[in-house]
């Protein structure tokens, strides 16, 4: 959705660099998630937040941080990049409304590759 | 940890033919959703089964929540190369964590 915004859409870098992922959304939702994409492995959860004030962690955020600047804003942190964090990164967000049966709305996708 | 696994992981059908992909899940599911991801693209929300056993159609698509709320099926008939994409089923885990399969990936032979 052109509402799910993500920046950069492509980067590479070099082992042992910071790098910040950004994801923006204009649908008003509450909810935003960080997925990371690996083949045969499916989307995996990195990182979630259901306001402005709550984080929690995923199934695999070791390695990661983020940040939930504003409602539409939440990124993602790689504090000393890695060549196995080579992957594609999905942000999603959902409205909360459905308790656990929340739709996600997905970004773009970020393809970030670790040298 | 709930696991979410789907099969097969891989399967080519010529245009026309049916094809079911199946999702299980190491625990119960109190819903579970089902997303499509064309290639070079992101995962999009198809449709959401709660009750045991339902059934819900879109088109040339079913999708099936089992009885015991543990597994899932899709299938699609007469299958057409707009159906090309990765397919992944998803559920809630306690706390609203969702858990995305493995996923399957078609291929359609024209």
Redesign the interface.
């Known amino acids: 959705d052109a509402d799910v915004t993500q920046t950069p859409r492509n980067r590479i870098t070099k082992t042992g660099k910071r790098i910040m992922l950004e994801c923006s959304q204009t649908k008003g939702h509450d909810r935003m998630?960080w997925?990371r994409q690996d083949p045969?492995?499916?989307?995996?959860?990195i990182y979630?937040s259901?306001d402005v004030k709550d984080i929690?962690k995923?199934?695999i955020s070791d390695g990661y941080s983020v940040s939930r600047q504003a409602q539409a804003k939440f990124s993602l942190s790689l504090e000393s990049a890695i060549p196995n964090q080579t992957a594609l990164y999905?942000c999603a967000t959902s409205d909360g409304t459905g308790?656990?049966?929340?739709?996600?709305?997905?970004?773009?996708?970020t393809r970030l590759t670790v040298l | 940890?709930q696991q979410?696994m789907?099969i097969p992981?891989y399967q080519h059908v010529q245009e026309g033919e049916d094809f079911t992909t199946y999702c299980n899940s190491s625990t119960t599911l109190?819903?579970i959703?089902w997303?499509k991801q064309r290639p070079g693209?992101?995962?999009?929300?198809l449709i959401?089964l709660?009750k045991s056993g339902e059934v819900k159609k879109q088109k040339r698509l079913t999708f099936q929540f089992g009885e015991a709320k543990k597994n899932s099926s899709l299938h699609i008939t007469a299958t057409q190369t707009t159906d090309v994409g990765t397919y992944?089923c998803?559920g809630?885990s306690t706390?609203?964590?969702?858990?995305?399969?493995?996923?399957t990936s078609l291929t359609v032979i024209p």
């Open positions: 998630y997925y045969g492995l499916g989307l995996q959860l979630y259901f929690n995923g199934e999905f308790g656990s049966t929340d739709t996600q709305y997905f970004g773009p996708g | 940890g979410v789907q992981q109190s819903n959703q997303y693209g992101h995962p999009v929300f959401q709660v992944f998803a809630p706390g609203n964590q969702f858990y995305f399969g493995t996923g």
